[in-house]
């Protein structure tokens, strides 16, 4: 079995300042991860994934993560954020061993608030 | 443009009357998922599908049921068995063997 903490369930910050939202993972076997965001009354879209290789990964509107596998955690950063970015982010994990495809397991969310 | 359609965005329903959510793509995936999302609860898997006229639990599908008739489609009824049905639904599909699944735009559901 898997589970996935987000750290913070609300994060607020200064246009242009960095972020970084924190997720941690459990696993009894290796795992893919991702990042996925959501805005307002929508479905979600694929931020970043790390699959395999190297562990820094970007992805798209500036973010990157980095796996970390001792500590068990793929931390979402921006060096800039924008008013725009203000959305929830959701950290998913996916088992390698298992066959039902993109079976995910989520994160509880964080609501990331960029502030004028 | 390729993509998972589910409707309608908004659904009210009244208290003990069986519902059902739509959703259909067009990217010629095999496999189909529905997830419930609930605030500061993240989301949630009700059922999945690897292939036509087969699907399985998910975490939480009691009070739900699905079928799969055809490849493009996996329609979900929240039945009155479901306690607690007022909640944001969300439809997903991806290759079988995929590391990536794609959403539809949701439905909301509320019940009264």
């Known amino acids: 079995a898997q589970s996935v903490t987000q750290l913070d369930s609300q994060v607020p910050v200064f246009e242009e300042a960095p972020v970084e939202l924190r997720c941690n993972y459990s696993?009894?076997?290796?795992?893919?991860l991702f990042w996925y965001v959501q805005y307002p009354n929508q479905g979600l879209q694929l931020l970043l994934k790390?699959?395999?290789?190297?562990?820094l990964v970007k992805g798209i509107n500036g973010f990157e993560a980095e796996f970390n596998k001792s500590q068990t955690s793929f931390h979402l950063r921006k060096p800039s954020v924008h008013i725009s970015d203000t959305a929830e982010y959701f950290c998913?994990?996916?088992?390698?061993?298992?066959?039902?495809?993109?079976?995910?397991?989520f994160g509880e969310g964080t609501q990331l608030t960029v502030n004028p | 443009d390729g993509g998972i359609t589910q409707s309608p965005k908004y659904l009210f329903r009244k208290e003990g009357q069986n519902v059902t959510l739509s959703c259909e793509q067009n990217?010629?995936?095999?496999?189909m998922y529905w997830y419930r999302q609930d605030p500061g609860q993240g989301l949630r898997l009700i059922y999945y599908?690897?292939?036509?006229?087969?699907?399985q639990k998910g975490d939480i599908a009691e009070g739900y049921s699905v079928s799969r008739e055809k490849k493009e489609s996996f329609p979900l009824t929240v039945t009155s068995a479901q306690k607690n049905p007022t909640a944001f639904y969300l439809c997903?599909?991806?290759?079988?063997?995929?590391?990536?699944?794609?959403f539809g735009q949701g439905t909301r559901l509320t019940v009264v």
């Open positions: 997903a599909s991806s290759i079988v063997k995929g590391v990536e699944a794609f």
């Open positions: 696993s009894s076997v290796s795992v893919y």
């Open positions: 790390y699959l395999s290789g190297s562990t």
């Open positions: 998913a994990v996916s088992d390698l061993a298992e066959t039902s495809g993109s079976r995910l397991t």
């Open positions: 990217l010629n995936h095999d496999a």
């Open positions: 599908s690897q292939i036509v006229n087969d699907f």
